[in-house]
């Protein structure tokens, strides 16, 4: 049995046991890995900054963990689509600013890790959307992203989005948008577009948002994990 099938039979198991109360959501996740509970931030070539606000995934965790009672690391874990650890996290994060350049391996492997349980959240920070759309082609040439409804249970599964993805920056002005992939009924890519909900997890002094403006991106992104963990 390849990593990939222990990673899914595994996660299953752990989301039953957690509907029946004998399992924390932290050790459903962690169970291929013994560190607690992390995203993991996808290092990616092309010249697109994916390191870009590193206080992000810390403060979602921790947001996530005074939400939920989940047990979580402090940091956030960094892998290439190649490397050996990739099927240890249910969880990947990809953002950045610019060009994003998969190579057939990483869009294999990547398509690999997604089809056997895993889930990817894109947020584009201004700038790597066509590059994004394209690279998703590579991985999964056989489908569309597709705008989710705001009737979708990712924006009501913890905190209430009745309007959908909260808008955090004014890029381009407009209206978010929420795009997915599903695959056998499954969301394994959600991607957030015109919203940049993730610069809204940084530390307050790195954009200056207001706190209602924070509040909101950290709770949406509460829900893109349960969902991801549970769905």
Known sequence: MGAGNIMKNTWQMGILLLGLGLLSPMQTAAQTDPALFTIARVKYSGGGDWYNDPSAIPNLLEFLANETGMEVAKTEARVSLTDERLFSYPILYLTGH????????????????????????????????????????????????????????????????????????????????????????RMVVYYTFNTNISDGWVDPEVHKDPPAIREAALKMGVNIVLWALMQ
């Open 98 to 185: 610019g060009r994003i350049r998969l190579s057939d391996a990483e869009a294999q492997r990547l398509r690999e890790y997604l089809i056997r349980g895993g889930f990817l959240y894109a947020d584009d920070d201004y700038g790597m959307d066509k590059y994004f759309r394209a690279a998703m082609k590579q991985v999964f040439p056989d489908k569309d992203l597709v705008e989710l409804p705001f009737s979708h249970p990712i924006y009501h599964i913890h905190f209430e989005f009745p309007n959908g993805p909260p808008k955090i920056h004014e890029h381009d002005g407009g209206p978010p948008h929420a795009y997915a992939i599903f695959h056998e009924g």
